[in-house]
């Protein structure tokens, strides 16, 4: 089956496109290949990923980014600079389940944002909540993304608890407003996010405390809410007749 093709786009700099792109990678990854069972942890460790992330920012924030994962054990999922998205429909035939598509934060690089848009079957949009990012957000979606038709959805990344809910709330009002398609998951604001690329780690890799695992989940519950989990196979049939079964279910 051809991989899915998800566009991480905002043409408002800095609202998380790069975070999200690579950290709900890190997480489908895990979801599709990792498990907690050690056995399987051995078998899966050597077999590819199906999950990439494509950069097709020319400044390359997440080609750095991985550059310094690399240095610390390597990305868990597969990682591509695509100078040209029109290559996105050659990758798209590549044995990868999700590829993740980075894109750069700028109205100069339009053409770039156009064309790996040809390409993708749904959109996620990080906004920051603050009023800043309203406008730029809008005419990515009025002008860019909506006219094409394709499914997307508004994530609000960096929010930070400790500002109260005022914020959070206008920009879901803003939000609901527009009439856009928004993630329930709220994507909080954590020191971890910040360091991690001067860091070189990806959420799966953060240490495992408290605050991290908190980190974690948010892209956990994000990954699953846009259905990047997979698909879950069908239970055996159970017969539910039988007296064994019945018993079962009794004790
Ligand atoms: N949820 C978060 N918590 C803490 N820091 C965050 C979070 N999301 C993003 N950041 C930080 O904010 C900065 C901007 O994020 P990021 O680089 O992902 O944005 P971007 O949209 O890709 O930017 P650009 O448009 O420049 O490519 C980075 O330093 C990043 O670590
Ligand atoms: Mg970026």
Known sequence: MAAKIHVIANQKGGVGKTTLAVNLAAITHAVLVESNSPLRKLEQEEAPSPVMVASTDPQGSS???????????GLPFDFAQVDDPRDLSKLRRL???????????????????????????????????????????????????????????????????????????????FIAKSGWPACKTVIRRYKLHTRASAEGQVVTQYPRNRTASEAREDFLYLALELGYGGSVPALPTQNTGSPASSSARKS
């Open 63 to 73: 080609v750095w980014w991985s550059d310094r994962v690399k240095n610390r054990g």
């Open 95 to 173: 044995a990868y389940s999700h590829i993740f598509v980075d894109t750069p934060g700028s109205l100069e690089d339009e053409r770039i944002l156009q064309s790996a848009l040809e390409e993708c079957d749904d959109v996620i949009i990080p906004m920051t909540p603050e009023p800043l990012s309203y406008d730029p957000t809008r005419l990515t979606i009025d002008e860019v993304i909506a006219p094409r038709g394709i499914p997307y959805r508004v994530v609000v990344n960096n929010w930070d608890p400790r500002d109260g809910t005022t914020d959070l709330q206008q920009t879901a009002q």
